[in-house]
Structure formats: structure tokens, C-alpha cells
């Protein structure tokens, strides 16, 4: 059997399965009397006599616990390809605004989805207040490409959040390229098992390590992903400027749970399709989406380009009203705002006034709850809530 090196100076054995690389990645040569995933490094500065030199100088700029959850999240990203570089952040805006603001400047032009994460109108607002020009238009039906000419960068989220509307990737990479723009996809929804942006031609994967990376909603984290060597550069240097980086314990504490990402993912995405199958039968949900849908606005495209489809689901009920009283007869879902634990969450996502959603929007949220229990959770809840 032939091996392929990773980047750690480990070996998976060819064509290894997600689950034998979440399990092992990023994880260092063995040495005798010591724990196999090495523990935090709390360390503010390092020994350094003489000439700075070597990888660890200073904390703001590198940390050995960052290093092993760097190449883990790399190997997830892009097995087997080489020169793939892997960037921990404090929280996944923190990542996200390391590529926007490291790759513009004043007069460049950035395309951006108009149905993203609740969070890209501040971003906007903030790149538009340094002279960038912002463009955008909706993921669904790469409609991004009406807008791309003159652009420095296309900033792609696929599934969006919280519609999960999906566009192709390897289209809009191509046709950004073609006009010389560098392409980030969020891929916070998908998840490295999920979707590849890298081996779809963009230059950047990007994602909150907050939700499903970690999965257990106790660590804040992001990261950014990416093969162009000048690019990375640019988004390292802007992660010393900002000093956005994450405690080492928060590191540890995603490298430890990535081990379980494949089993949690499995579970989940089954169960959100179980869930979204009995929803499709309810009479009083209306607008469901889930990529895994057959039926699915997006599952053509979502088919060729993904390999799992999320943990999400989202519908509407038919008022503001209903879809409280839903979430309050809940029994095992946390009404939550974040999404990819273990524990089931939901919300009314026009609570907080950012997406253009309907009142009776429910963006839910599939844990590892018993598939079974779950779904009759559901149900009795909207059939509780009808009264």
C-alpha cells in the first residue's frame, strides 16, 4: 500500500477515508512517555538567544499548539496536495476579514453575496469606508457573474446562511480567474467533509471553526485556507497587524474535536435529511431547503461539488407568533443563534434584523440526538404550536 506524506511528517495510507484523517490529522511523530495530541502552549515568548531564527519567536506570531491544528485543518482541506497552507484565527469574522482586508485596497472592487452571513453588510460598510467598491448579487444561480468584471476578489458562501441557496464553484473560480480575481468560499455550512473549495479552484477556504470544525459550542475559532504563497502571506501578515489569534487552549481544544468530525457529520447530515423529509409532509411549513433534497432548488448543483450537505435545514412557518410558540415547545433543541453542535439548536433568525427572511424563519440546526427522537421532537412541537 502506498502512503502520501502529510504535511505534519505523518503517513495515510492512499486514499484514506475523512474518518481516518480526522482521526489522525495533524497529529506529530510519536515519542515515547508522550500524550498523542501534545497539550496547549501557553507561552507569551519563547528562548530566542542570538539571531531570531526557527519557528517560534514571539505568541502573537506563531504557537506550536496553532502549528499541529494548522496542518490538521490543512490535510482536511486538501488531502494530498501539496503547498496548501492553513491559518487559525480567533473566530471566523476575524478570518474573513484577514482575506478581505489583507487582498483590497482603495479602488479595488470586491463582489460579495447579498444573502450571506448576517455579519458581511459590516464588512461592507467597512471596506466601502476605505474606498473599496462592493458589489453584489445573490448566490442562487451564480448570479455573482453578472457583477464580476473589474473585480479584485469574489467572495463566494455556499450553502448560504442562513437560506442555503448553492452556487457552483468551479464556474465562478473560473470565470473570476479568467478576469484576474482571486476566489474565497466561505465553507463554514459544508465543512472540509462536505466541500473542497480548494480542489474547486478558489484560491481561499474560509470558515467559522466555531460551528461544526469543533462542534461542541465551547470554542470560538476561524481560519483560512489557501495555496498562493504571496496571498497567504498578505492574510498572515494581517493576522500579526490585527493580532487576532486564538488562545492556545482554543487550538487544543479544536484539534481534539476534530478527531470526532466525521462521526459527528455523518450523523448529523442523515438526520437533517430524515428531518427534512417529514417537514416536506407538514402542510403548514412552507419555503424548506435543504441541499440534500432531491427536490431541492440547489441539489443539482450542490451534487456535483459536495459530499455531504450540512447539518442545516431551514423553513418557514406562517407567522412570527407560530414559530415562537414551535421553538418554546421544542423539548431537545436549544434556542440558539449558532449552528453544527452536537446538541440541536433553532431559531427564529428575523430576530435579529439582518436577513431578508421572512418572520416565521426557522434556521435549524441538527445535532446527535437520536435521529427518531429528534424528528417526533419536531412534529409534536408543531403540532403544539398550531393552538
Same mark, same amino acid.
Given at each position: 500500500?502506498?502512503?502520501?506524506?502529510?504535511?505534519?511528517?505523518?503517513?495515510?495510507? /492512499?486514499?484514506?477515508?475523512?474518518?481516518?484523517?480526522?482521526?489522525?490529522?495533524?497529529?506529530?511523530?510519536?515519542?515515547?512517555?508522550? &500524550?498523542?495530541?501534545?497539550?496547549?502552549?501557553?507561552? +507569551?515568548?519563547?528562548?530566542?538567544?542570538?539571531?531570531?531564527?526557527?519557528?517560534?519567536?514571539?505568541?502573537?506570531?506563531?504557537?506550536?499548539?496553532?502549528?499541529?491544528?494548522?496542518?490538521?485543518?490543512?490535510?482536511? /482541506?486538501?488531502?494530498?496536495?501539496?503547498? =496548501?497552507?492553513?491559518?487559525?484565527?480567533?473566530?471566523?469574522?476575524?478570518?474573513?476579514?484577514?482575506? #478581505?482586508?489583507?487582498?483590497?485596497?482603495?479602488?479595488?472592487?470586491?463582489?460579495? &453575496?447579498?444573502?450571506?452571513?448576517?455579519?458581511?453588510?459590516?464588512?461592507?460598510?467597512?471596506?466601502?469606508?476605505?474606498?473599496?467598491?462592493?458589489?453584489?448579487?445573490?448566490?442562487?444561480?451564480?448570479?455573482?457573474?453578472?457583477?464580476?468584471?473589474?473585480?479584485?476578489?469574489?467572495?463566494? /458562501?455556499?450553502?448560504?446562511?442562513?437560506?442555503?441557496?448553492? #452556487?457552483? =464553484?468551479?464556474?465562478? +473560480?473560473?470565470?473570476?480567474? +479568467?478576469?484576474?480575481?482571486?476566489?474565497?468560499?466561505?465553507?463554514?455550512?459544508?465543512?472540509?467533509?462536505?466541500?473542497?473549495?480548494?480542489?474547486?479552484?478558489?484560491?481561499?477556504?474560509?470558515?467559522?471553526?466555531?460551528?461544526?470544525?469543533?462542534?461542541?459550542?465551547?470554542?470560538?475559532?476561524?481560519?483560512?485556507?489557501?495555496?498562493?504563497?504571496?496571498?497567504?502571506?498578505?492574510?498572515?501578515?494581517?493576522?500579526?497587524?490585527?493580532?487576532?489569534?486564538?488562545?492556545?487552549?482554543?487550538?487544543?481544544?479544536?484539534?481534539?474535536?476534530?478527531?470526532?468530525?466525521?462521526?459527528?457529520?455523518?450523523?448529523?447530515?442523515?438526520?437533517?435529511?430524515?428531518?427534512?423529509?417529514?417537514?416536506?409532509?407538514? &402542510?403548514?411549513?412552507?419555503?424548506?431547503?435543504? &441541499?440534500?433534497?432531491?427536490?431541492?432548488?440547489?441539489?443539482?448543483?450542490?451534487?456535483?461539488?459536495?459530499?455531504?450537505?450540512?447539518?442545516?435545514?431551514?423553513?418557514?412557518?406562517?407567522?412570527?407568533?407560530?414559530?415562537?410558540?414551535?421553538?418554546?415547545?421544542?423539548?431537545?433543541?436549544?434556542?440558539?443563534?449558532?449552528?453544527?453542535?452536537?446538541?440541536?439548536?433553532? /431559531?427564529?433568525?428575523?430576530?435579529?434584523?439582518?436577513?431578508?427572511?421572512?418572520?416565521?424563519?426557522?434556521?435549524?440546526? =441538527?445535532?446527535?440526538?437520536?435521529?427518531?427522537?429528534?424528528?417526533?421532537?419536531?412534529?409534536?412541537?408543531?403540532?403544539?404550536?398550531?393552538?
Amino acid at each position: 500500500m502506498n502512503d502520501a506524506t502529510t504535511s505534519a511528517g505523518r503517513a495515510f495510507p /492512499e486514499g484514506a477515508g475523512d474518518g481516518t484523517r480526522a482521526v489522525r490529522a495533524g497529529l506529530p511523530e510519536p515519542v515515547k512517555h508522550e &500524550p498523542t495530541l501534545p497539550g496547549p502552549v501557553f507561552a +507569551a515568548h519563547f528562548h530566542l538567544p542570538g539571531d531570531p531564527t526557527g519557528p517560534y519567536t514571539y505568541g502573537r506570531d506563531e504557537n506550536p499548539t496553532w502549528t499541529l491544528l494548522e496542518r490538521a485543518i490543512g490535510e482536511l /482541506e486538501a488531502p494530498g496536495q501539496d503547498g =496548501v497552507e492553513a491559518l487559525v484565527f480567533a473566530s471566523g469574522m476575524a478570518a474573513v476579514s484577514a482575506v #478581505c482586508f489583507s487582498q483590497l485596497r482603495a479602488g479595488d472592487a470586491v463582489v460579495l &453575496p447579498d444573502d450571506g452571513y448576517q455579519a458581511l453588510p459590516l464588512v461592507r460598510t467597512q471596506l466601502e469606508a476605505y474606498g473599496i467598491e462592493v458589489r453584489t448579487a445573490p448566490t442562487g444561480g451564480d448570479a455573482q457573474l453578472e457583477v464580476l468584471d473589474g473585480a479584485k476578489l469574489l467572495w463566494i /458562501e455556499t450553502p448560504s446562511n442562513p437560506g442555503l441557496d448553492v #452556487c457552483d =464553484v468551479r464556474r465562478l +473560480a473560473n470565470a473570476a480567474h +479568467a478576469r484576474g480575481a482571486r476566489v474565497a468560499v466561505d465553507n463554514t455550512l459544508a465543512t472540509p467533509l462536505g466541500q473542497r473549495p480548494l480542489e474547486l479552484g478558489a484560491d481561499f477556504s474560509v470558515a467559522s471553526g466555531t460551528k461544526q470544525l469543533t462542534g461542541h459550542g465551547d470554542v470560538l475559532l476561524g481560519y483560512v485556507t489557501g495555496r498562493d504563497t504571496e496571498a497567504m502571506a498578505a492574510v498572515r501578515r494581517w493576522r500579526k497587524i490585527a493580532g487576532a489569534i486564538p488562545g492556545p487552549m482554543e487550538a487544543w481544544l479544536a484539534h481534539r474535536s476534530i478527531a470526532t468530525l466525521q462521526l459527528r457529520v455523518d450523523r448529523q447530515n442523515a438526520t437533517a435529511l430524515a428531518l427534512a423529509r417529514a417537514l416536506r409532509e407538514r &402542510p403548514e411549513v412552507t419555503g424548506l431547503r435543504y &441541499p440534500g433534497l432531491p427536490d431541492d432548488p440547489a441539489h443539482r448543483t450542490a451534487a456535483r461539488q459536495m459530499r455531504r450537505y450540512g447539518c442545516v435545514v431551514s423553513f418557514t412557518l406562517p407567522t412570527r407568533a407560530r414559530a415562537d410558540r414551535f421553538l418554546d415547545a421544542l423539548r431537545l433543541v436549544d434556542d440558539a443563534t449558532s449552528f453544527g453542535g452536537v446538541r440541536s439548536t433553532a /431559531e427564529r433568525r428575523g430576530r435579529w434584523g439582518g436577513d431578508a427572511v421572512p418572520e416565521g424563519f426557522i434556521r435549524f440546526s =441538527v445535532g446527535a440526538e437520536d435521529p427518531e427522537d429528534l424528528v417526533a421532537d419536531v412534529l409534536r412541537a408543531l403540532t403544539a404550536s398550531a393552538s
